[in-house]
Nanobody, 123 residues
Framework: VQLQASGGGLVQAGGSLRLSCSSSGSTFSSYSMGWFRQAPGKQRELVAAISSGAGTNYADSVKGRFTISRDNAKNTVYLQMNSLKPEDTAVYYC??????????????????WGQGTLVTVSS
């Protein structure tokens, strides 16, 4: 399965962006998916995840600002990012995950990360 993240860009603090992740797999609807990000000099972290049944979890740092959703007909998962802050600046990646109710215990299922999409939030 190949995943392609897109939608990043440069935005001012307080602005919004919508990221998309398209999958080439035919069984996309059966996968739980997650959005991760990696800022310069920091470890990659899970931002949000959505189960095959559309359950969701979020990192505390983005709760109330980011929304993850999926469109199984389009084999696509989205991340709507509102009220962006400079600390949201990072390369954002999507990947399949082992979904848990807690964002803390949700893990990626693959070490293949693709190119990601860069989000830069200016102050």
């Amino acid at each position: 399965v190949q995943l392609q993240a897109s939608g990043g860009g440069l935005v001012q603090a307080g602005g919004s962006l919508r990221l998309s992740c398209s999958s080439s797999g035919s069984t996309f609807s059966s996968y739980s998916m997650g959005w991760f990000r990696q800022a310069p000099g920091k470890q990659r972290e899970l931002v949000a995840a959505i189960s095959s049944g559309a359950g969701t979890n979020y990192a505390d740092s983005v709760k109330g600002r980011f929304t993850i959703s999926r469109d199984n007909a389009k084999n696509t998962v989205y991340l709507q990012m509102n009220s962006l802050k400079p600390e949201d600046t990072a390369v954002y990646y999507c990947n399949s995950v082992w979904f848990r109710a807690s964002n803390y215990y949700t893990r990626s299922t693959s070490d293949s990360w693709g190119q990601g999409t860069l989000v830069t939030v200016s102050s």
